[in-house]
């Protein structure tokens, strides 16, 4: 079956930290570009970082640079997204994405189903 898993969510005071894993399964992530997007109650799903799986560039948001650190583990076949100095604002659902070119004009694209990620105290 293939399918992207989201793990690692939860409460956690201001300031605090979380590790996000996003897990492939049923297909590998090479050649992959794998995002994190989150969506806040009421707003829109908006995009947090990424990762090229071939060559290993990162992309961050302006809200979360400095912030986010967005690694991989081809051998786990595992994307993460170490969140630190987190904020209320960081409240949201996250999901990761895995997309990669099929042809010219043709993608395939996996979604996960959600982690919450509280940030409060």
């Known amino acids: 079956q293939v399918q992207l898993v989201e793990s690692g969510g939860g409460l956690v005071q201001p300031g605090g930290s979380l590790r996000l894993s996003c897990a492939a399964s049923?297909?590998?992530?090479?050649?992959?570009?794998i995002g994190w997007f989150r969506q806040a109650p009421g707003k829109e799903r908006e995009g947090v970082s990424c990762?090229?799986?071939?060559?290993?560039?990162?992309y961050y948001a302006d809200s979360v640079k400095g912030r986010f650190t967005i690694s991989r583990d081809n051998a786990k076949n595992t994307v993460y997204l170490q969140m630190n100095s987190l904020k209320p604002e960081d409240t949201a659902v996250y999901y990761c994405?895995?997309?990669?070119?099929?042809?010219?004009?043709?993608?395939?694209?996996?979604w996960g189903q959600g982690t919450q990620v509280t940030v409060s105290s």
């Open positions: 049923g297909f590998s992530l090479d050649y992959y570009v």
């Open positions: 990762i090229s799986i071939g060559d290993g560039s990162t």
């Open positions: 994405n895995a997309e990669r070119s099929i042809t010219s004009t043709a993608t395939r694209n996996y």
